[in-house]
């Protein structure tokens, strides 16, 4: 994670920019690969968190899975190294071309959301003589307290089937003979940092289990993603409680001896990583009311503007003494706010800050919004110079 006194050469870098600590992501990999391996889960990296190449790579060199929501992601996927046969493809509304496509790519399994999109995928898997491998994505209606734009298991959200479904789905299933039903999925949202939400969703799946499939052995069954991280102090928790999910599943889950689970995790791997580094415009407003406006933009950080997300932020240029400030960006929205009223090393035109924990949903969820820049990443394991000139 980027420190007041690890800027170096950056100083110079123009800004915003992405600033990606590749050592903790590296440190992250191995703690999930290490917590996961010791109950023989497997996990793939929601690729929505961060599409970025190098990023992904890395993630891949790791051996995790890809969990991918889209066509461009699937090709992306592979491009940086997932193997096809670590890929699962979600999503309630995968066009005919994105089935096609990750049918001639071989993935692994699809996660289907409706019977219609079963129909459709056997279609397609018939026409090619082949059998694709289907996952049905159960809703499980269980709460998971968290923001309402990202809990996805309520049954007034859009995602998975509901019992009722279900029970047409398994009407319909016998009669499509190019898809092979391997086992069930869930995901009931995100940034969920209550591990007693994993354990009533465990609970959840045993018992759908039980009273909707009681005849079937699945050997998959994935558990989603949903791990939060801690926007608040990310500098004292660089790295989520990997060993606190996954041994949550593991206690609670009924698993047979013959099934997998699988998980798919996105912001709790990449999002302490990823700083969005940014410089300090004007400072303007009242004795009552300072506003630093910035040089990044909801265009390039929307989860403040979106979902009043609350993100740490640092004067990575002095130390010296505190006011208060909103920080605000360019952008013609008055939306486009990452802080109101936060304390900050007293801040001058030029200084630099750091908006941490933006390692997910950060820079995959930019926009040319007023015709910015898409902001660019840099990469720690890139940089040559410490940094030495600091304000006090
Ligand atoms: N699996 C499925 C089916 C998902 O929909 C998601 C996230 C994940 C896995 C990964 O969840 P994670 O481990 O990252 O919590 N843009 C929002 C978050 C949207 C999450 C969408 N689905 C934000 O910035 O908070």
Redesign the pocket.
């Known amino acids: 994670m980027i420190k007041i006194e690890s800027l170096g050469e950056l100083e110079s870098t123009p800004t915003p920019f992405y600033f990606y600590d590749t050592n903790l992501l590296d440190q992250t990999l191995q703690r999930v690969k290490e917590s996961s391996a010791k109950y023989g889960f497997d996990v793939?990296f929601?690729v929505?968190?961060n599409a970025n190449r190098k990023i992904l790579k890395r993630i891949a060199f790791y051996g995790l899975g890809a969990?991918c929501?889209s066509g461009n992601e699937v090709e992306l996927a592979i491009q940086c190294g997932f193997n096809p046969n670590q890929i699962v493809f979600?999503?309630v509304g995968k066009t005919d071309s994105e089935i096609e496509y990750a049918l001639d790519n071989k993935i692994f399994c699809f996660?289907s959301e409706s019977v219609q999109e079963l129909i459709v995928i056997n279609e397609f898997a018939a026409k090619r003589s082949i059998i694709a491998k289907i996952a049905l994505?159960l809703n499980p209606d269980v709460k998971a307290n968290t923001?309402h734009?990202?809990t996805?298991g309520m049954i007034e959200n859009k995602?998975g089937l509901s019992i009722e479904e279900v029970l047409e789905a398994k009407e319909v299933l016998p009669s499509l003979k190019n898809i092979k039903l391997i086992g069930l999925?869930y995901?009931i949202?995100?940034?969920?940092t209550d591990l007693e939400v994993f354990r009533n969703l465990s609970e959840k799946a045993n018992q759908l289990k039980d009273e909707l499939f009681p005849e079937s052995s699945f050997n998959y069954i994935n558990m989603?993603?949903?791990?939060?991280i801690d926007y608040s102090n990310p500098s004292s928790n660089p790295i989520p409680d990997f060993e606190g999910y996954f041994s949550t599943f593991h206690k609670n889950l009924k698993v047979t001896s013959d099934q997998k689970v699988h998980f798919?995790?996105?912001?709790?791997?990449v999002?302490q990583c990823g700083s969005l580094i940014t410089k300090v415009t004007y400072i303007k407003g009242t004795s009552k009311r300072k506003f630093a406006v910035v040089d990044a933009g909801m265009n390039d950080l929307?989860?403040p503007a979106?979902?009043d997300?609350s993100h740490a932020i640092v004067n990575l240029s002095s130390k010296g003494d505190i006011s208060t400030y909103d920080v605000v960006g360019p952008v013609c929205e008055s939306a486009d706010c990452f802080a109101k009223e936060i304390p900050l090393p007293q801040l001058q035109r030029g200084d630099i800050l750091a908006i941490y924990s933006c390692g997910?949903?950060?820079e995959v969820?930019s926009s040319r919004y007023n015709m910015r820049e898409i902001p660019y990443a840099v990469y720690s394991e890139e940089r040559l110079v410490p940094f030495t000139e600091i304000r006090d």
């Not at 949202?189 to 969920?192: A, L, M, N, V």
């Not at 989603?224 to 939060?228: A, E, S, Y």
């Not at 798919?264 to 791997?269: A, D, N, P, Q, V």
């Open positions: 793939h929601a929505k968190a969990d929501v979600a999503g996660h994505r923001h734009h990202i996805t995602f999925h995901h949202g995100s940034q969920i989603g993603g949903g791990l939060g798919e995790l996105g912001r709790s791997i999002g929307i989860r979106l979902y997300a997910a949903y950060g969820m």
